[in-house]
């Protein structure tokens, strides 16, 4: 069971970089690293994901080490709408997604 | 396309009482999950489901049951309602590509039933 270690909160500014790393000590030879965001009162939404290496995509990137057994989430200059809560998860096909956990995650807040 | 849509968005039972969520996809998704999200917490897999007819046990499955039986629809019953059963439930549904090195995959969210259990 790959089980992922995240910052409980962190603080930004309008238009800063912001980078959250995730820990996953543990992590298989299949699995995969995947980043959700989730608004109050709404259903997370998936943000990136990856194997190994860097991955980059319209919102994020994230950033994975020849080790991978950790992971860092980057937000480029991140806006208020960016206050949410996200979750690093690990796992996949061969792991069984019925040990996907998604934890207490990482909340965000962006102020002006 | 609705994507992931869950009936009720909120409901409010008595202890002992039963229900049943629904939760719909259009997307052809082979796979779909119930999830709870207690205050403050991070989400729960309750059942989880890789094909119409199939299902299995999540990380917290007492209390609820589900069925699969059209591809497009996973249901959550709760039997007998208990106020530990407070929470608000999500559904999700996601294809998986083989990847090189493995397998990946992308859950695609309902926005989620609000239970009160008095």
């Given at each position: 069971l790959a089980k992922t270690t995240q910052?409980?909160?962190?603080?930004?500014?309008?238009?800063?970089?912001?980078?959250?790393?995730?820990?996953?000590?543990?992590?298989?030879?299949?699995?995969?690293?995947?980043?959700?965001?989730?608004?109050?009162?709404?259903?997370?939404?998936?943000?990136?994901?990856?194997?190994?290496?860097?991955?980059?995509?319209?919102?994020?990137?994230?950033?994975?080490?020849?080790?991978?057994?950790?992971?860092?989430?980057?937000?480029?200059?991140?806006?208020?709408?960016?206050?949410?809560?996200?979750?690093?998860?690990?796992?996949?096909?061969?792991?069984?997604?019925?040990?996907?956990?998604?934890?207490?995650?990482?909340?965000?807040?962006?102020?002006? | 396309n609705a994507g992931v849509t869950q009936t009720p968005k909120f409901r409010v039972l008595k202890t002992g009482q039963s229900m049943t969520l629904l939760c719909a996809q259009d997307m052809n998704h082979e796979y779909m999950y119930w999830y709870r999200q207690d205050p403050g917490m991070g989400l729960r897999l309750i059942h989880y489901s890789v094909g119409e007819g199939t299902t299995a046990k999540g990380e917290v499955p007492d209390g609820y049951n589900v069925s699969r039986l059209k591809k497009q629809n996973f249901l959550l019953g709760l039997e007998s309602a208990a106020p530990s059963q407070t929470s608000v439930y999500f559904c999700a549904s996601s294809y998986t590509g083989q990847g090189l090195d493995g397998s990946y995959n992308e859950q695609f969210f309902g926005p989620g039933t609000r239970l009160t259990v008095l």
């Open positions: 910052p409980i909160s962190m603080d930004s500014y309008e238009g800063q970089e912001v980078n959250i790393t995730c820990s996953h000590n543990n992590i298989a030879t299949n699995d995969y690293i995947t980043w959700y965001q989730q608004f109050p009162s709404q259903g997370p939404r998936f943000i990136i994901q990856g194997y190994k290496t860097k991955v980059t995509n319209e919102v994020a990137s994230l950033f994975i080490p020849a080790d991978r057994k950790s992971s860092t989430l980057s937000l480029p200059r991140v806006s208020l709408s960016d206050t949410a809560v996200y979750y690093c998860l690990v796992g996949g096909l061969n792991t069984g997604f019925q040990k996907l956990v998604f934890g207490t995650g990482t909340r965000l807040l962006v102020s002006p | -």
